[in-house]
């Protein structure tokens, strides 16, 4: 598989989380000559928040992490596998999730509810847990760096996706550090993605989760390469309170403005590898909206626009037919005043107050569209609502990829 | 361009419509060597309904006509441009759709409030009414057939499309024709399409009206090429009288029955033709939804699939990758008893009761999907709500058309 054009250079340097063990291992299940197995261990004491698919056909996995959430029984580990969604699995499905989760536990001598399970690959092949068993002893006691876990979890991935950052919570440096995977099926809500973001920070469950909540709508949330929503989709921040700092009061509390920061940061940063990594994409890019009624109806403006099959076949040919984000708008179901609509790429003004702007001149936005970076901003005069989605373009290698790999 | 694939072997007969006159002329606007240009005539005494896009930027000729429905002056004609859609074109727009019809109504010495208009092709630029007014003389005293009139109204469609039938109310032979044009930003509500069908039956206006939304919702709004919803759909139904059959009482009338039958073939025809030109197109999809809440989820969960670029992707790739119509099903937000949901795919059971068939034989399937018409069956397991939809795959040829091609 050729690597995406738009990949960064290399893989990032990656603080390790005290609290947060990683290993891997290779169940030769579908892949050959990689791992396709990751197990994160969580020390006594590490909170963890999660977020997952809002599809109807939700995979077995899914539902079990839902369940497990719901009992509040502090996870000790996440046991992951590539290649096979079990998704569209029924009861089989579900027994395997808890054979396996059962399997963990036991070498990790744990209740089998402190461990959760995420999968993706196929939809609608039973799991072979004895495939994924026989490794479980090994992945107990295994140790792996952050970059070998993010490029076990890989499936259509072109590279493996990382991201750091760090914050001070009340004079104390925490790091927080996060991989995903995601190519295809990318769609809030959300990116068939698996995440798996860890901080040393000291920070209540009940707090995590609103303050991943609101990372997620920000990153994970706002990006799409398809349209097309996973039965697999899962995120999960943990929390180990190595880092030792003072208590935090809630969400909101202004001691944690600087970990929100880093949080979004590092979270972007991984969607945005994601769309980066987009099947078959050519350009990046990031679609602007203002003006809206509310922040709700600007998102849903960005996403019609950001999923249009034509724009973003436009953007792939470098072809500045603009008229397609205005039939985009026009789709999305959110009030907007045409009289008032306004749309500008790379920075150059196409059109104003419902019309295209009498000087307008196409060479710059053609220069513009030559280039891997695509921006576009549109306002719709209705309000004050904003939003920013990151997207790829529609290329003949999305084609190819779809078309030709059972993914 | 190369003619679809899926195009009928040749184009059909079509039946005259007494009381209806067509005539095409051909402004250079945009294309050489052929019309682009058609006005439809309707004998006085004609009644005229009309549906029209969902879009929130509408071009200028859809909003002419909606003010002209909502007055109820009898129409006399129809105006129709192919190559600019007069969309997002602000004041300037109107005051062209103004000027071409106050032309017309001059030329046929009628109410310009008489007289409708649809357009098609590029959004956003100015349509230059000159190049299209030297041509009103013409058209207003010109005669075409309806197979140049279908042939003058094609963008990016790669044949032109007729359909037509007849019935009888209360003892009296009736005829419908009807032309369409469409084949990208295709998806209810409606497609890229306009549709001008007529009938010399005898049917008082409000009655029309009706049995156009009736007709349009198992047609027009049963297909869907690329999910992205022109700013342009315009479909026309005019009835001449000039049959002279029977009074009718209403859209339930039993004596309509056949008549409601004729119409609906016409229409289906037609769009399902939209579909044999969907850009790119290799194979022609029908998918039936049965046993969903109502007819309604049925309809979204048929579009949730038909819209899928995963679904599409590994059809064009002749793939029987049904794991995806599960993802599919899961976003559309109808819903869904995973453990009742069942998948057939032409006419081979491979999931029921929300797993995989233990007896599954992938063969006869791959099979299928090497063929060029493809059925797709779901059952949810909700209730007794029904749908069907048509689509088409999403080939190298879609990106092809769209990347290079500014329609």
Redesign the interface.
């Known amino acids: 598989m050729t690597i995406s054009p738009l990949a960064p250079e290399g893989f990032p340097e990656l603080a390790p989380i005290d609290g947060v063990t990683l290993s891997t291992a290779a169940s030769g299940m579908k892949y050959t000559g990689r791992d396709d197995m990751m197990l994160m261990r969580l020390d006594e004491g590490t909170a963890l928040a999660a977020v997952f698919t809002l599809?109807?056909?939700?995979a077995a996995p899914v539902k079990w992490c839902r369940e497990r959430v719901s009992e509040g029984i502090p996870t000790r580990a996440v046991l992951v596998n590539a290649g096979n969604?079990n998704?569209?699995?029924?009861?089989?499905?579900m027994e395997a999730v808890t054979s396996c989760c059962r399997g963990i536990a036991s070498a990790l001598r744990c209740d089998v509810g402190a461990v959760m399970m995420a999968s993706t690959g196929?939809?609608?092949?039973?799991l072979a847990y004895a495939d994924l068993a026989r490794h479980f002893p090994a992945l107990a006691s295994g140790q792996a760096s952050w970059q070998s876990a993010a490029e076990a979890i890989r499936t259509t991935d072109t590279f493996a996706k990382g991201a750091s950052a760090t914050a001070t919570i009340s004079g104390t440096e925490v790091k927080i550090t996060g991989i995903a995977k995601g190519s295809?099926?990318i769609?809030p809500n959300m990116a068939t993605m698996l995440g798996f973001v860890a901080t040393d920070a000291a920070i209540p469950q009940a707090i995590l989760a609103a303050l991943l909540a609101d990372a997620t709508r920000r990153s994970f949330n706002a990006i799409t390469v398809?349209?097309?929503?996973?039965?697999n989709d899962s995120v999960f921040l943990a929390a180990s309170g190595k880092a030792g700092n003072a208590q935090v009061s809630g969400p909101d509390d202004p001691e944690l403005a600087g970990f929100r920061a880093a949080l979004n940061e590092v979270m972007q940063d991984l969607a945005k590898q994601i769309v980066r990594d987009g099947e078959g994409a050519s350009k990046f890019i990031t679609i602007d909206i203002s003006g809206a009624t509310d922040d709700s109806a600007a998102h849903r403006i960005g996403l019609a626009i950001a999923?249009?099959?034509?724009v973003k076949?436009?953007i792939?040919?470098e072809?500045a037919?603009?008229?397609?984000i205005?039939?985009?708008?026009?789709?999305?179901?959110?009030?907007?005043d045409?009289?008032r609509?306004g749309v500008t790429i790379g920075g150059i003004r196409i059109?104003a107050?419902?019309?295209?702007v009498e000087t307008y001149d196409e060479t710059p936005v053609a220069a513009h569209m030559k280039g891997q970076m695509i921006d576009i901003d549109v306002s719709v005069g209705t309000g004050a609502g904003t939003a920013r989605i990151w997207t790829c373009d529609?290329?003949?290698g999305?084609?190819?990829v779809?078309?030709?790999y059972?993914s």
Chains 1, 2 share one sequence.
């Open positions: 599809s109807d056909t939700a969604a998704a569209f699995t029924s009861i089989g499905g196929v939809i609608g092949e039973p295809g099926m769609a398809d349209s097309d929503t996973s039965t999923n249009s099959p034509l076949t436009a792939a040919g072809d037919n603009w008229g397609r205005v039939m985009a708008i026009g789709k999305a179901g959110a009030a907007v045409q009289s609509i059109a107050d419902g019309a295209r529609l290329t003949h999305y084609i190819s779809n078309a030709d059972r």
